[in-house]
């Protein structure tokens, strides 16, 4: 499984950004996407997750602001990010629970910025 994530860059605090990652490979192996953050000095903390069946979970920091939504179509996951604040800047990851292994594969970050 290849993963592309897009969509980073910089946002005055209060904007939104939407960020896009596209699958490839082995598609039918996934189990769940996720969307990870790491910030300077900070550990990677998971912001938001979406199984096959549609169930999302959010981590508390973004409940109510971010959105996780995927398109089977176009083997394609979203977070759409709203209200964004300063402490949402970071390097943001997709990733894809392989069913297989039950290990996680990333793709290449994006980086969010947030300005106040």
């Known amino acids: 499984v290849q993963l592309q994530a897009s969509g980073g860059g910089l946002v005055q605090a209060g904007g939104s950004l939407k960020l896009s990652c596209a699958a490839s490979?082995?598609?039918?192996?996934?189990?769940?996407f996720g969307w990870y953050r790491q910030a300077p000095g900070k550990e990677r903390e998971l912001v938001a997750s979406?199984?096959?069946?549609?169930?999302?979970s959010y981590a508390d920091s973004v409940k109510g602001r971010f959105t996780i939504t995927r398109d089977n179509a176009k083997n394609t996951v979203y977070l759409q990010m709203n209200s964004l604040k300063p402490e949402d800047t970071a390097v943001y990851y997709c990733?894809?629970?392989?069913?297989?292994?039950?290990?996680?594969?990333w793709g290449r970050g994006t980086l969010v910025t947030v300005s106040s």
């Open positions: 490979g082995t598609i039918f192996d996934i189990n769940a």
């Open positions: 979406i199984t096959s069946s549609g169930r999302t």
């Open positions: 990733g894809a629970l392989i069913i297989r292994t039950s290990s996680w594969v």
